[in-house]
């Protein structure tokens, strides 16, 4: 069996009394002490802070990066403004879905993030199929914060993510 990868985060997770289970050939926390239910409706009333630092982290640079891209996923990239995020999909030559994404303008560069279990493909997909720079990310964490109360969250540390 092939040894899993841990993200940057393991050690706290393990720290923390995190189950670990193995997924997308990572080792994962799949719930804490409190239980997954509970995780689950605190999430759902309130906001959750979950490590998905797994998940593919792509640059892609060039005054022409939105445009490349907008040949591999049916959106509209080049007109998405500064700071903004797209939710995107890699199609096929048919028009069949390959796998989702999520695009970021951050200014100068996109930020893609690609599903961890298609990682290696769609890093490929890009790779064989885009004339801008691509840079792989893999030496630092992703989070996502999820749930009604995550703008109110996330503005305690960042006022200006209100304004969003």
Do not use: W
Request: net charge negative; hydrophobic share 45%.
């Amino acid at each position: 069996m092939t040894e899993l990868k841990t993200t940057a985060l393991h050690d706290l997770h393990n720290r923390i009394g995190a189950k670990m289970v193995p997924f997308a050939g990572y080792e994962m926390p799949v719930q804490y002490p409190a239980g997954v239910m509970k995780e689950h409706l605190h999430t759902r009333a309130k906001a959750g802070l979950f490590d998905v630092s797994h998940m593919g982290q792509v640059l892609l640079h060039g005054s022409n990066a939105a445009a490349q891209l907008e040949t591999l996923v049916p959106v509209e990239l080049q007109k998405l403004a500064d700071g903004r995020q797209r939710y995107g999909f890699f199609t096929n030559d048919s028009g069949g879905i390959l796998d989702d994404l999520m695009i970021a303008n951050r200014g100068d560069h996109l930020f893609v993030v690609v599903n961890a279990a298609c990682k290696e493909a769609d890093i490929a997909h890009m790779k064989a199929h885009l004339d801008c720079e691509i840079e792989v990310i893999d030496d630092r964490s992703l989070m996502a914060l999820q749930g009604p109360a995550s703008e109110k969250v996330l503005a305690n540390i960042v006022p200006a993510v209100s304004d969003m």
